[in-house]
């Protein structure tokens, strides 16, 4: 059983989203678009570097609101009991983080 967890709703998100700007019909109805893969990166980022570790013995970690930014992602992030956004540069790989 698929257990729902922050970024298996944000992948699903983000496909139901651009799932109407795919650049040929193959990519429609596999729902493999370019944005949909930069999501997918700024999504795997996130979880690289730990903005969605769950919870653990040392640490609670977790983002909402994920979203497209122009060329970034945005994605409101609690971590420790602090919350801040963080924007992710799919391209780069760097996440930058703001109150």
Known sequence: MLRLT???????????????HADSAQSKSTGDTPEARRA????NIL???GYCSGISENSLSAFTDFAPQGENFVA?????????TAVVNPSTGEVTCSN
């Open 6 to 20: 922050p970024i298996v709703i944000a992948v699903a998100l983000a496909a139901a989203t651009w799932s109407g």
């Open 40 to 43: 997918t990166d700024a999504l």
């Open 47 to 49: 979880e690289a570097k």
């Open 76 to 84: 409101h992030v609690s971590q420790n009991g602090r919350s801040f």
